[in-house]
């Protein structure tokens, strides 16, 4: 019951500031433009921590799952060699893609709008996925609350399921999620498809606890 009511104000706060919040910020060194429909990169606390913990290596193929502003894919493509960007969300692709442009990374990141990995071919493998999921109990009913919700966990499972076929043998998947959300679940889930995972990260906010994995095929 708790964790429901810190899930609900955390949604209350988050679309708060979605509303209010300015649209250009700096995160990193790096310029982003957000709409309301995209999550502010500077102003959420998950987006600044996982772009800390990113280590790519000058050869890694890289991909960001729900890259919302693009954070991830930028601040991987002034190591990596290739990145490929997936959102759901069509405003957030249109931003991304201004924000890639803006970071002048374009020979490097490529947006793509898409549901997971529809829009990608079997020849795509890649060292390392970026997965940034929504992760309260919820049904969305707008482009924006497909960041948010994510109901039962049918999206987690999803993910894993299908990331087996477009990773490298010696590949890892690095995941954020949150203490409010019953991460133990998300890890079961992703245990009974295959995958262990490393706790490599955390950090305790007012609300909660945000926890950083790699997943590696079993």
Do not use: C
């Amino acid at each position: 019951m708790f964790a429901r009511l810190k899930q609900s104000l955390s949604v209350w706060l988050i679309k708060k500031v979605q509303r209010y919040g300015p649209q250009r910020v700096r995160v990193l060194g790096n310029i982003y433009e957000i709409s309301e429909e995209v999550f502010n990169p500077g102003y959420y606390y998950t987006s600044k921590f996982m772009a800390k913990h990113i280590k790519v290596n000058p050869e890694d193929i890289v991909l960001d799952m729900g890259t919302g502003s693009g954070i991830q894919a930028i601040t991987a493509a002034h190591r990596a060699s290739r990145v490929i960007a997936i959102d759901i969300n069509p405003v957030a692709v249109r931003f991304a893609r201004k924000n890639v442009r803006a970071n002048g990374l374009e020979s490097i990141v490529s947006v793509i709008e898409g549901d997971l990995f529809s829009p990608l071919y079997q020849q795509h493998i890649f060292s390392v996925i970026f997965f940034t999921p929504p992760y309260m109990d919820g049904i969305p009913k707008t482009n924006f609350d497909k960041a948010l919700f994510d109901s039962n966990k049918g999206l987690v499972e999803r993910f894993f399921n299908e990331a087996k076929e477009y990773i490298k043998s010696d590949g890892y998947i690095q995941m954020i999620y949150s203490s409010i959300a019953k991460p133990e679940q998300a890890l079961r889930i992703s245990r009974q498809l295959g995958w262990d995972h490393k706790l490599i990260a955390q950090e305790k906010t007012f609300m909660e606890t945000f926890l950083i994995y790699r997943l590696t095929l079993i």
